[in-house]
């Protein structure tokens, strides 16, 4: 049985390679790896080069437009054409994070849609209290063909057929595992269609509650847990108990829907 996680950051320091190859052992396939800025795509490119599992996003964070190099718009297309099997992302709203430019976020969301949607490449979105500027510009901008993740879902449940109807996938996380977060998993459960489901990681983040890990990461510098790439085999475990699945027919529901939106298939 192989499991894909529709978005994590294997390129970030604290996921060291042996965490990765150990959840390969366990049962990892794909992986999309997101890159968030200029300066993690090369990260993100060789993961690429050294495991075809590691499928290549690159985009621009919400959180990292402030900081963005002027240019960026051409280095992205530039990386992109480089990787035909490249999604984009990780790109989004956030409107959550301390001293968020919201005009310039929406800027750098528009960039990266048209761009996907041009070099007809899948796109994942973040989005944090955010979905109303999210719907107002994926309602009046074309959208890519081959969909696009909505990752760790966090909306109201009324727009999900809206969501659908525009291309929209959606993934289960640690996220969703939170007690407060009931009314997400019950999305899961019955509103959310099961041909646009898929499990995430995040990781290093998202570190779900203790009895959820699989395998456990050295906290970060500033004390924080990180999320082992393995755990993604306990969220599969969640995400079928939610749904009144078996493990392995979960695992294959994903996995055709991975496919669907990241291969192409």
């Known amino acids: 049985m192989l499991v894909h996680d529709a978005h994590c950051h294997y390129q970030f320091a604290e996921v060291p390679y042996a965490a990765v190859e150990l959840a390969r052992r366990e049962g990892v396939g794909y992986a999309v790896v997101n890159g968030s800025a200029p300066v993690d795509w090369p990260d993100v490119a060789a993961l690429a080069a050294r495991d075809a599992r590691n499928l290549p996003a690159f985009g621009l964070h919400p959180w990292d437009v402030p900081t963005a190099p002027v240019g960026w718009e051409s280095q992205l297309r530039a990386i992109l054409l480089a990787h035909p099997q490249a999604s984009v992302g990780e790109m989004g709203l956030d409107r959550w994070v301390e001293g968020h430019d919201p005009v310039a976020q929406e800027a750098a969301f528009r960039v990266q849609l048209a761009l996907a949607v041009e070099l007809d490449r899948p796109l994942t979105i973040h989005c944090v209290r955010a979905i109303g500027p999210l719907m107002d510009t994926l309602r009046a901008a074309p959208v890519p063909r081959r969909g696009f993740l909505l990752h760790s879902w966090n909306g109201p449940v009324d727009l999900v057929p809206e969501l659908v109807g525009l291309g929209a996938y959606f993934s289960f996380s640690a996220h969703h ?15 959310i269609p099961s041909d646009r489901i898929l499990v995430e990681t995040d990781a290093p983040a998202l570190c ?31 995400f079928a108990r939610t749904r009144g699945l078996a493990v392995e027919q979960a695992a294959e529901l994903t996995g055709v829907n991975f496919a669907r939106l990241f291969l192409g298939q």
């Open 208 to 238: 779900p509650a203790p009895a959820f890990r699989r395998h456990e990461l050295p906290p970060d510098a500033a004390g924080v847990e990180q999320n082992h790439p393995a755990n993604l085999l306990r969220n599969l475990e969640e």
């Open 177 to 191: 595992l939170r007690p407060t977060k009931a009314d997400l998993r019950g999305q899961f459960a019955a509103a």
